[in-house]
């Protein structure tokens, strides 16, 4: 399809397990952010690539949260040894251009994967 | 702290009925404004965008905001709503730290159109 594709939908993590969870932008989009989103909240920042370039990581909160976008296409957001705290929906959106303050593009939005830990 | 304060959590309104949904911003200089829903089973999609010049900014679907500075307010507002109009409301702010590299979001606010 054209939109932003992520996967797995849902996933379901005991305590203390690895996840990966994966982003396929828009073809061409040069700007890919992960959000988090938690019950009842808005979307959190976490990180932001410019192609394949990691440009702002401070909404990680911890060093347990890794992500990648390797050839600057499809990008993984990767979390170490899940904490019940982690549940939530992560979202993956793309831009066709890289953010400045005169040209911030519209962000598009795939569904999320959500994520619970027991 | 810095942060995206939207006032209402829940909206109930019947068909026809006039809306307004508050956001206010505490972020210094010049910002980016934007306003993102998502309808029921839906991703999040823009609805509309401020950058700069008339602080009146028309969007999809009969939606429109008004920017007005000195309040550090981005309201949204629809004249007469419709059941369609039923979902989640975000408004976001595009702050000069970091680069305007990422959209702050506010907690939503959930509108309910009765028919």
């Known amino acids: 399809g054209a939109g932003v594709s992520q996967s797995p939908r849902y996933k379901v993590a005991k305590r203390g397990q690895d996840v990966a969870l994966r982003c396929d932008p828009i073809?061409?989009?040069?700007?890919l952010f992960w959000y988090q989103q938690a019950l009842g909240q808005g979307p959190e920042f976490l990180t932001y690539?410019?192609?394949?370039?990691?440009?702002?990581k401070s909404g990680l909160p911890s060093d347990r949260f890794f992500a990648e976008r390797p050839e600057g296409s499809v990008s993984t957001l990767k979390i170490q040894r899940t904490q019940q705290e982690d549940s939530a929906v992560y979202l993956c959106?793309?831009?066709?251009?890289?953010?400045?303050?005169?040209?911030?593009?519209?962000?598009?939005f795939g569904e999320g994967s959500r994520l619970t830990v027991l | 702290a810095q942060s995206v304060s939207q006032h209402n959590h829940h909206v109930i309104l019947s068909e026809a009925a006039s809306l307004e949904l508050g956001c206010n911003y505490s972020?210094?200089?010049?910002?980016?404004l934007f306003w993102y829903v998502q309808y029921p089973g839906q991703h999040l999609q823009l609805l509309l965008k401020?950058?700069?010049?008339?602080?009146l900014v028309k969007g999809i679907k009969g939606f429109e905001a008004e920017f007005i500075k000195s309040k550090f307010s981005f309201n949204l507002r629809k004249p007469s709503v419709q059941w369609s109009d039923t979902a989640e409301y975000f408004c976001?702010?595009?702050?000069?730290?970091?680069?305007?590299?990422?959209?702050?979001f506010g907690a939503g606010t959930r509108l309910a159109v009765h028919p």
């Open positions: 959106a793309s831009s066709l251009i890289a953010q400045g303050r005169a040209n911030t593009g519209e962000l598009f």
């Open positions: 073809s061409g989009h040069v700007s």
């Open positions: 690539f410019q192609n394949e370039a990691q440009l702002d």
């Open positions: 972020y210094g200089g010049t910002v980016n």
């Open positions: 401020y950058f700069s010049g008339d602080p």
């Open positions: 976001a702010v595009n702050p000069p730290s970091g680069g305007y590299n990422k959209l702050i």
